[in-house]
Every structure is written in structure tokens, then in C-alpha cells.
């Protein structure tokens, strides 16, 4: 989590000065603190990558395995009050559920949502293996709920063979 670097602002400032870009992934805690978010921007922060892998609180408190959610949502609402682009990454797992996750990036409205159906963290060898079909068949299900009411949030599917997402290419 680069936001609990003590030197975090520097950084931040330091990539502003190199590039006309900064973005960070984030599970968005530090965040959602409304001056910890302006001094951030402040020093050049334009975009958030937050790792939603949920669609409410238990969902996705579970499987971060901490009480995040709220946290994340807040930094969401302040990053959106404040102009910064806004994605998604969503990590997904079996208990995946496609409806209620469309429902919520159709509240967030982000420009852009990941799906990714594989985790390449040493914690992956203790998780179930992923159904590539049942996954690819929700995902589209959610692509489908997400198009419907926001056409314009770019959609990336990445780690599933694209066999298994025909007619979604």
C-alpha cells in the first residue's frame, strides 16, 4: 500500500516532477481522509486505481480480510468530489457475484473497471481454483449490467483466455 510510505508526499511530488501522469493502485484507507486527499492532489496525484473486490461491506471486507470498505468508498466519494480519474480493479474469486457488483460501479460511475480472475499473490496457492467458465459467464453478466446504464466506463478483462469471453472480445 504505497500511501503509508512515511515519505508518500515526496514521492507523489517527486513522480509530478518527472511525469505528467501520477496514478497510484490503492486499497484507498489513507485516503479517505479529506486532507490526506488534497495534499495528495496538491502535490500531483491525477488518478486512483482502488481495489474494490466487493459490493458491499461483508463482501468485500471478507475477502480483503480487514474492515476496509467504508474507508474505500469515502476515498472514492472524495476522489470524485475532487476531479481525479477513477477505476477499478476487481479481483475475482467464487463467490463473485455479477449483478450486485454491476450495481455498485454503476453507482461509483469509474472510467474505467479491470476484472481480473487470477491473484499472483502468494496467498493464491490457499485459494480455490477459479471456474474460468462460471467466471467468464459472470463477468459477462456484469459487463452486460454496466453497459446497460453506463456505456461510457471502459471495461479490461485480463488473465482469462478470450475463448471464454466470445462475443465480449
Request: proline share 4%; net charge negative.
Amino acid at each position: 500500500e504505497p500511501t503509508i510510505h512515511p515519505n508518500w508526499f515526496d514521492l507523489v511530488e517527486y513522480a509530478n516532477n518527472i511525469f505528467d501522469h501520477v496514478s497510484v493502485v490503492t486499497n484507498g484507507t489513507k485516503l479517505s481522509d479529506d486532507d490526506f486527499m488534497v495534499y495528495s492532489i496538491e502535490k500531483g496525484l491525477k488518478e486512483i486505481l482502488f481495489s474494490l473486490h466487493g459490493w458491499d461491506e461483508e463482501s468485500h471486507n471478507e475477502k480483503v480480510g480487514n474492515k476496509s470498505f467504508s474507508k474505500i468508498m469515502k476515498a472514492i466519494e472524495l476522489a470524485k468530489r475532487y476531479k481525479l480519474i477513477v477505476r477499478i480493479n476487481c479481483v475475482l474469486d467464487n463467490t463473485f457475484n455479477p449483478s450486485q457488483y454491476s450495481r455498485i460501479i454503476n453507482q461509483i460511475k469509474p472510467s474505467q473497471i479491470n476484472f481480473l480472475p487470477l491473484n499472483y499473490w502468494s496467498d493464491a496457492k490457499h485459494l480455490a481454483k477459479l471456474d474460468y467458465t462460471r467466471a467468464s459467464e459472470h463477468i459477462k453478466i456484469c459487463i452486460d449490467g454496466i453497459k446497460l446504464r453506463n456505456p461510457n466506463i471502459d471495461i479490461n478483462v485480463r488473465y482469462i483466455p478470450l475463448c471464454f469471453m466470445e462475443g465480449y472480445e
